[in-house]
């Protein structure tokens, strides 16, 4: 170890002992509970700048930030601690071993943040431990960044253990990445805000085109294929929106308490409908309408049946066929556009904290980590923690009781079901690994 040679935080060093509680909120009789180490500049590192062969790879689907945080990294890398050598692995994982890397500085990476997708370029599958770990070894890497989501995250696991299998002297450092928001124990992920922030565009144009007609039905389709934050949140901000499914909140069209129902009262009330929908909502309740089989992307993600045209059609199928009322159906998908914007000011900022923070973590020596925010604090989350569950909407929580009482639509739940979607508690107890 040696002192830090960052000239920007010598006043502001992270102690080696200082560490965030996962739970700040706790009750008179709790246990210490989970900690983490607190991320930051130590006034120790483990590499000297000008052995330092860094590397930065993207993997996954496309979100709002990605090109933020690889650049901060290269400048961060370069400004604050003096590091020269960093490479882009173009194309995702499957770039370690069939294509040409990329000479990364600060000039290169100038002004990538001003543009949506990622500079490196990206792709899903291609993970191939061995192949990777061969690649890092013969190139004389010695600094890894992953930027990618959960199914990225848990290939980036088992390059963190191969290479402490192999006794090799690599930091592996993951920035968790998902448009969801679904990575478990962190705040929130990058590209979240600015993704809320651009489906209020999508929302009040279906409020604009329903408020226009007779008997307006609009829908719009967002992401969450597990985890229907994107959707919620949006919700919350607009004011606009009459009911929002998410995919961990089954709901069911007809009878009493049903979708139909609802949707015939509220254009009686007020002459025009707005509803929110996840992309993951009601997938079983398609899937044995059309009699599908269930298929599997690259990475291993389930394939999702299309529920905004289904769900536009059984709409208006039954209010023409069955209630005898001709309805104006307005479905607006904006995921695409959504997902290939360049970050806003307030995701901008996340991702240059992440950035610094994964930089600074990995200098220091740590290895095998997650960088995020627990309970607004940033710190070192050990991989596994991350990758071990996701994060979704907890129907008894909240955040799910105000979205119902902003848009008093029906919960879809009986007591008994609202019951059984209680979150257990998590009480392992891990810390980072380190060099």
């Known amino acids: 170890m040696q002192l830090s040679s960052s000239k920007y935080f010598r006043e502001t060093f992270v102690k080696p002992e200082d560490v965030v509680a996962q739970k700040i909120v706790v009750t008179k009789d709790s246990t210490r509970g989970v900690h983490f180490r607190r991320a930051g500049p130590r006034e120790k590192v483990y590499f000297k700048p000008d052995e330092v062969r860094a590397c930065v790879v993207t993997c996954g689907g496309l979100c709002p930030g990605i090109n933020t945080v690889v650049r ?31 000479t990364l500085t600060p000039k290169v990476v100038n002004n990538i943040h001003k543009h949506g997708g990622t500079y490196l370029r990206t792709s899903r599958g291609g993970h191939d431990t061995n192949k990777i770990v061969d690649n890092i070894q013969d190139r004389g890497i010695n600094q890894v960044y992953i930027i990618g989501g959960d199914g990225t995250q848990r290939g980036a696991a088992l390059i963190y253990q191969e290479i402490a299998k192999r006794g090799l002297q690599v930091a592996v450092a993951g920035i968790p990445k998902t448009i969801d928001n679904d990575i478990a124990v962190i705040d929130k992920s990058f590209g979240f805000d600015t993704a809320v922030e651009e489906a209020q565009r999508a929302i009040n144009a279906a409020h604009v085109e329903v408020e226009s007609v007779d008997n307006g039905v609009g829908i719009v389709k967002l992401m969450g294929r597990y985890s229907g934050f994107i959707a919620t949140i949006a919700t919350l901000a607009s004011r606009d929106v009459d009911c929002c499914l998410i995919p961990e909140s089954p709901f069911y069209l007809e009878g009493t308490g049903g979708l139909f129902e609802f949707i015939e009262q509220r254009l009686k009330e007020n002459g025009h409908i707005v509803i929110v929908l996840a992309e993951g909502a009601g997938q079983d309740f398609i899937a044995r309408d059309m009699h599908a089989a269930e298929e599997k992307d690259a990475s291993g993600n389930r394939l999702l049946l299309d529920v905004g045209p289904w769900l536009s059609q059984k709409i208006k199928d039954h209010f023409t066929k069955v209630q005898k009322m001709a309805v104006n159906m307005k479905y607006i998908d904006p995921t695409y556009m959504i997902r290939a914007i360049p970050s806003n000011a307030s995701d901008n900022v996340y991702c240059t904290l992440l950035a610094q923070s994964a930089v600074h973590g990995a200098m220091a020596g740590y290895t095998g980590f997650t960088v995020g925010p627990v309970n607004s604090r940033h710190a070192y989350i050990p991989i596994a923690r991350v990758t071990e569950t996701q994060n979704t909407v907890e129907l008894t929580g909240r955040m799910w009781a105000r979205l119902l009482a902003s848009t008093n639509q029906p919960s879809f739940l009986t007591d008994s079901e609202a019951l059984k979607e209680k979150a257990a508690d998590i009480n392992n107890v891990d810390i980072s690994a380190q060099i």
């Open 72 to 102: 901060e990294i290269v400048c961060g890398l370069n400004y604050m601690y003096g590091v020269n050598d960093i490479l882009g692995i173009e194309g995702g994982y499957r770039g370690f071993y069939s294509k040409n890397t990329l």
